[in-house]
């Protein structure tokens, strides 16, 4: 099992619509976990961390679910701007060091 | 204005030659780390570095080396002994306190031929 996976999509999503992605992650010892935004030819941008408790910022929500080891990414009410590859990274412990592990992204194209 | 400089943007370089790129932070952050992106595919780590003076290799060293002797800056040296040279070459810098969020400068896109 690969240790960050992500469906590659591309997702294709009708503008306003709800779109929603996972990540599995295989260590269970993972400590943090974040959505990156990487636009296309660009460097990856924090969209946000993934907190247990789940986090929202206005049309984002982020949860964690440690039982099932996976993050999901909501997208609410998709602007054309949304399209993008979200990256997810889990920053797990390995030998007592911290080492971050990034997906390969899910392509997102929100359709006019 | 805090964040990270990578220059140049785009580099070209004929196949045998040495290439330096320049990692410039001004967040106060302790850790820096160099990624390789190839198109369609996810970053690899090539070194990082989690304080002045001491440096680890990541997944993909080979080819790579690096130098941390100032917090500030994190070089990146691509040799001729690296097979597949070109490459999306992105830096990044996080503190060391957690949750290590890691952020991003703009990256060098450089061609060998």
């Known amino acids: 099992r690969k240790e960050v996976e992500q469906d590659p999509g591309p997702f294709n999503v009708p503008e306003g619509a709800t779109v929603a992605f996972n990540c599995t992650y295989s260590n269970s010892a993972s400590q943090s976990f974040f959505w990156y935004r990487q636009d296309c030819r660009k460097e990856p941008k924090l969209l946000m961390s993934?907190?247990?408790s789940g986090n929202e910022d206005g049309r984002f929500t982020a949860q964690l679910n440690r039982a099932s080891q996976y993050i999901s990414l909501l997208i609410r009410d998709s602007k054309l701007s949304d399209s993008a590859t979200y990256l997810c990274?889990?920053?797990?412990?390995?030998?007592?060091?911290?080492?971050?592990?990034f997906g390969k992204g899910t392509r997102l194209h929100i359709l006019p | 204005d805090g964040g990270i400089t990578q220059s140049p943007k785009y580099l070209f370089r004929k196949e045998g030659q040495n290439v330096t790129l320049s990692c410039e932070q001004n967040?106060?952050?302790?850790?820096m780390y160099w990624y390789r992106q190839d198109p369609g595919q996810g970053l690899r780590l090539i070194y990082y570095s989690q304080i002045v003076n001491d440096f680890q290799k990541g997944d993909i060293a080979e080819g790579y080396s690096v130098s941390r002797e100032k917090k500030e800056s994190f070089p990146l040296t691509v040799t001729s002994a690296q097979k597949n040279p070109t490459a999306f070459y992105l830096c990044?810098?996080?503190?060391?306190?957690?949750?290590?969020?890691?952020?991003f400068g703009p990256g060098t896109r450089l061609t060998v031929t």
């Open positions: 993934v907190y247990s």
């Open positions: 990044a810098s996080s503190n060391n306190r957690g949750p290590y969020e890691q952020y």
């Open positions: 990274v889990v920053n797990m412990k390995r030998n007592r060091d911290d080492k971050i592990i």
């Open positions: 967040l106060n952050h302790d850790a």
